[in-house]
């Protein structure tokens, strides 16, 4: 398929025990499809400060444009404080509002969105009125849309997740979230059966649960495959949804077989989760390492 892929949402600095760390689920995607080889374009907005200076610093270090990254004039560059349980799991507590809850449908935003074969969004970059309506314009375009389901309370709000399903060809989300969303709509939990009931609602191709160390689950035009994960020492898990999302979105564009592709996106998933941030450099010899259990 031509063109990029477009992600939108949010890019913030976590703290972590051992400093900052840019991140972000939207920028983090980007920034694996861009090491995956995939043509991709980032789009969110920074504050007018030095951590939003900083930002546009390191995309462009990293090879990722910065021309879809607005600058707000009052509101500060996000930041999140992430503290790790025993096992590296994340908590988050988000900082509101940031900027880049205030994207706008700018020429140049809507312009990328008009060429690009696929669009990837989330649930938490919509929390607030004005980045979710510049996300809606977008979802009206003619593309491949990829929702990523992240529910952060107090940020977690049923209607907009059920919106976006209803515009979305993609879904992944973590075991929780699919129980969180059978539960609203009152269907069964259990794969196939709710990704099939999902699908004909909401007209979904692909479905995607994952389920940390444990795996994950993919549904695909009526196909089901399961994968139980690679044995990992996990330093913290930030960002391991978001290379797996990665993973799972180039092999998918490029009509590789969904049983690969989820060996794949585990392998990616893993390697970052045993790696301090988001977005560690990715190592082909030491992926490869995890997916052949050595």
């Known amino acids: 398929m031509a063109g990029e892929i477009l992600c939108v949402g949010e890019v913030l600095w976590d703290a972590l025990p051992d400093g900052l760390f840019l991140g972000g689920a939207a920028f983090n995607v980007a920034c694996h499809l861009h090491a995956l080889g995939e043509p991709v374009r980032f789009a969110s907005r920074v504050g007018d400060d030095e951590l939003g200076r900083e930002i546009r610093r390191r995309m462009e270090r990293a090879g990722l444009a910065t021309d879809l990254v607005q600058t707000d004039p009052d509101l500060e560059t996000g930041f999140v404080a992430v503290r790790l ?116 609602r909401f007209g979904l191709e692909t479905l995607c649960v994952t389920r940390g160390a444990a795996g994950a689950a993919l549904w695909h035009r009526g196909r089901l495959v399961e994968h139980p994960g690679f044995q990992v020492e996990t330093v913290d898990a930030v960002g391991a949804g978001d290379s797996f999302l990665a993973a799972l979105i180039a092999g998918l564009l490029r009509g590789r077989d969904p049983s690969i592709v989820l060996d794949e996106a585990n392998a990616l998933g893993a390697y970052v989760a045993s790696h301090r941030g988001a977005t560690p450099v990715h190592d082909p010899r030491a992926i490869e390492r995890i997916r052949r259990g050595r």
């Open 85 to 200: 349980d025993a096992r590296g799991s994340p908590t988050f507590e988000i900082l509101a509002p940031s900027a880049w809850d205030r994207i706008e449908a700018a020429p140049a935003l809507l312009d990328a969105a008009r060429s690009a074969k696929a669009l990837v969004f989330g649930s938490l970059a919509q929390r607030d009125a004005a980045s979710r309506e510049t996300i809606r314009r977008l979802l009206a375009l003619d593309l491949k849309r990829v929702f990523d389901v992240n529910l952060r309370p107090p940020f977690d709000r049923r209607e907009v997740v059920l919106e976006c399903l209803a515009r979305a060809h993609v879904l992944k989300l973590n075991d929780g979230e699919w129980a969180t969303v059978c539960d609203w709509l009152g269907m069964p939990a259990d794969l196939p059966r709710g990704a099939e009931n999902l699908s004909a």
